[in-house]
């Protein structure tokens, strides 16, 4: 079973910063990709950033040039630094990860989301 934890999300003034952290645990865990992906209120979810056990990025043109994915592949953890933030970046924030154990192949895990909310 792999479960992973998100940290981070809260209410900040436009123009403001925050750091969002997503940990995945599992017994022999091997995470291939790490992503993260929002839902605004009434819109469908939509990705915002990858990372790869290799250290490729990459990010949406919505968010380029003001977020930035990094991963830390010994703690299993990958952040997304949101800087320069707007209204519209107001979501819930959900980490992804493709990920397998000893046991179970390759699948797709989803954190429980946490609340982004940029409002002055």
């Known amino acids: 079973q792999v479960q992973l934890v998100e940290s981070g999300g809260g209410l900040v003034q436009p123009g403001g910063s925050l750091r969002l952290s997503c940990t995945a645990s599992?017994?022999?865990?091997?995470?291939?990709?790490m992503a993260w992906y929002r839902q605004a209120p009434g819109k469908q979810r939509e990705w915002v950033a990858t990372?790869?056990?290799?250290?490729?990025?990459a990010n949406a043109d919505s968010v380029k040039g003001r977020f930035t994915v990094s991963r830390d592949n010994a703690k299993n953890t990958v952040y997304l630094q949101m800087d320069s933030l707007k209204p519209e970046d107001t979501a819930v924030y959900y980490c992804?990860?493709?990920?397998?154990?000893?046991?179970?192949?390759?699948?797709?895990?989803w954190g429980q989301g946490t609340q982004v909310t940029v409002s002055s």
């Open positions: 992804y990860a493709a990920a397998s154990t000893d046991r179970i192949p390759v699948l797709a895990y």
């Open positions: 599992g017994r022999n865990l091997r995470i291939a990709t």
């Open positions: 990372t790869t056990s290799s250290g490729t990025a």
